[in-house]
């Protein structure tokens, strides 16, 4: 069955339409989630002073665009006279300078989030876009609309392309440069167009989130495969390796451009590499933050699953992460797709053109220690969604299978994640599929940007206000300031705000038997997912909630006697 022309333009408009309205009505609802005021404190210091000092771990790029619409407010005031855009190192001091801007020197923190969020949307758009065109290249124009549906409506995507940060940014620019090596490499000859283009895309990539660094091996591994015309002969190889040697080197060029030509002296953290501090050189700030993150990496973070925690990571959290919050017909359909595809000659190639570098990333994530978020398969995801929409380009040939069989698995998957996504709306953050026992079982298994990243901080102000709750024991896991939003409170132990993290060791109330109040407490700190130790809200992890604020708030209404 194909779709006609007109018919599959009035699609995408809608799917277009459906998207804005899914995106807009939920984002003005979510209060400031953890990381976006050190994203906007980042792109906005850069654009107002050309200093990009607090870049060091996120690089530029992503972080201006979102804090473009920023500069249409002049009385935006930055904190340059505070002493936390002065001290250093800024991985430190970030966090104060963030906290300052958005919550001290300001008071619209509601425009200023909205602002700096509608770019985001965009950038998702834009996703969809390039994995239109993706496809369309590798499987047809029938698979194109597929893949464009499925990025745009994907509930972790979405859930991501409507914040702040740097995720969706580097989601999109990491495939947009993966589509412009594999045009440069259809070419048996050197075509220099796109071989300036590829170095763009890299160049793109390179500057919008320092994890994209991750797929160079497999780039290189990529070169080497014989998936493109021109066969395996030394020359051919030869050629797309050179291709790619040339394209990195241009897009160091481009890296330093979005850097604004950033010269000084190098600042690199680590005692290996702290000897090249004594000289001066380009984008200081981008090497200091690539070195950076190679030791965050090895030395990983603070993790939860599955009720336990781990300072270093757990091996199988990723696995987990995905196998949760990945919808249930992307997971029946991607093994289906795989060996479909890889079993029919004409679509093989390009099948592992995409799964290579999905399986890559995936096993490397697994290996590494920072286990905070979903989030971080991001950029795998795309490859996954447009190898699925390979589904339509299937042919019967030996395979003895009717052309429509595949096709209508593509159009399942495309029902199947619109259809999670408007079960889950407005809450993408905290999807979980069904067989993960849905978004209330998702705090059991996974925590912080997963399920509670301190999206539903207004929420509570609304439920507060209907049902006429003056004040409640609040334990509080966010960056945005509840005082802020005029709720009244009592601040029990959270994280990372100093009014809660500082009652860890000394909770105001009694562990074993709360004493009488309405007590509203975050998924992440109900589960002391940041702390070795888990005795302060045992008796409430016991207890079954009275009432739930989005999927990351939990209502505990205590009675004397309880």
Known sequence: MEIGNWWRKGIVVGAVLLFFWLALNSMVHDSPTMDEQNHIGRGLAFLRTGDPRLSLEHPTLVNAISALPLLTVPDIQLPLDHPSWEKQPPDVYWYVFADQLLWHYNHDVTRMIFLARLPILFLTLGLALVGYHFARELWGRAAALIAFLLLLFEPNLLANGRYATTDMGGTLFLLLATYLLWRLWQRPFWDWRRWLWAGLGLGLAFSSKLSTLGFVPIFFVLALLPLFPGGYGWKAVGRRLLQLVAAGMLSLVVIWALFGFEWGPFI??????????????????????????????????????????????????FPIAYLAKTPLVILILLPITAVLLLWQKTTRKNALFLLIPALYYFGLSMWSGVNIGYRHLMLMIPFVLVLISGLMAMKSERMMLQVAWPKWLAYGGVFGVLLATLWIHPHYLSYFNLAAGGPKNGPNILADSNVDWGQDLLRLQDWMQENGVESVKL?????????????????????????????????PFNPTQ???????????????????????????????????????????????GD
């Open 268 to 317: 690199f953290p680590s005692d290996t590499l702290a000897f090249l501090n004594q000289y001066s050189g380009p984008m200081p700030t981008f090497w200091a933050g690539v070195d950076q993150i190679v030791n965050v990496s090895r030395g990983g973070r603070a993790a939860f699953l599955l009720g336990e925690y781990a300072s270093e990571g757990f091996l199988l959290y």
């Open 475 to 507: 334990g509080w896991f966010g960056i945005g300031d509840p005082a802020y939003y005029g709720i009244n409170y009592e601040p029990m132990p959270g994280f990372p705000r100093p009014e809660f993290l500082s009652l860890w060791t000394t909770p």
């Open 514 to 560: 709360p004493e009488p109040g309405i007590y509203a407490i975050s998924a992440s700190s109900l589960w002391e997912s940041h702390w070795g130790e888990k005795n302060v809200y045992p008796w409430f992890r016991q207890q079954e909630s009275d009432a739930r604020i989005g999927y990351s708030i939990l209502i505990y209404e205590v009675e004397n």
